[in-house]
């Protein structure tokens, strides 16, 4: 059960594959840029961690959280990339906007995830406030930034092994 204080990013670590020999495209959303910045952060230090080298690693930036769809799906196009890491944050504000970009986000990378050969992580905070988005990118309760990688890795490990690569 989730608790108010659980520190979201803590993982067994020994449970992670190794990086090595990955390579991974990350698009980030440049609205709320304190928060993505952060979540950014995180990604890079946990791939990086787990053993991914830095010049595999190639960060491209978008508008905002809506555009993260298509420019994730413009890189994965471009590139060799065994995952495409997605980041951004929307946060509640006084009209239905919130939801329509939430909705069409998770919609647009669930799609990615049905049509593509590689994984696309949603590294995306939806909040009602700030303060629970720095709460998750960086602050009390862990960097959202760290789980994504970390999924990354785990489902380029996986795609590895389903089509029998180690
Ligand atoms: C317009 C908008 C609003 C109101 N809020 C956010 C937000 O909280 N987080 C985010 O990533 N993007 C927001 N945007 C921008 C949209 O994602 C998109 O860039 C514009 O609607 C242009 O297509």
Request: proline share 2%.
């Amino acid at each position: 059960m989730a608790t108010a204080l659980k520190n979201l990013s803590e993982y067994n670590q020994e449970s992670v594959p190794s990086a090595k020999d990955m390579r991974f495209a990350i698009v980030v959303s440049e609205w709320n840029s304190e928060i993505t910045m952060a979540l950014l952060k995180g990604v890079r230090e946990t791939l990086i961690k787990h053993g991914s080298n830095e010049n595999h690693i190639k960060v491209d930036f978008v508008p905002g959280s809506f555009e993260l769809t298509s420019g994730a799906r413009m890189v994965a196009e471009a590139g060799t990339f065994d995952a495409v890491i997605c980041i951004g944050c929307v946060i509640r504000g006084e009209t239905p906007h919130f939801d329509y970009i939430c909705q069409s986000v998770t919609y647009g990378i669930t799609q990615l995830n049905i049509n593509y050969d590689i994984p696309f992580i949603f590294g995306v905070l939806t909040t009602n406030n700030q303060e629970q988005a720095r709460d998750r990118a960086g602050g009390k309760h862990g960097n959202k930034g760290n789980e994504a990688a970390v999924t990354a890795v785990k489902m380029v490990a996986l795609r590895r092994r389903a089509f029998g690569r180690s």
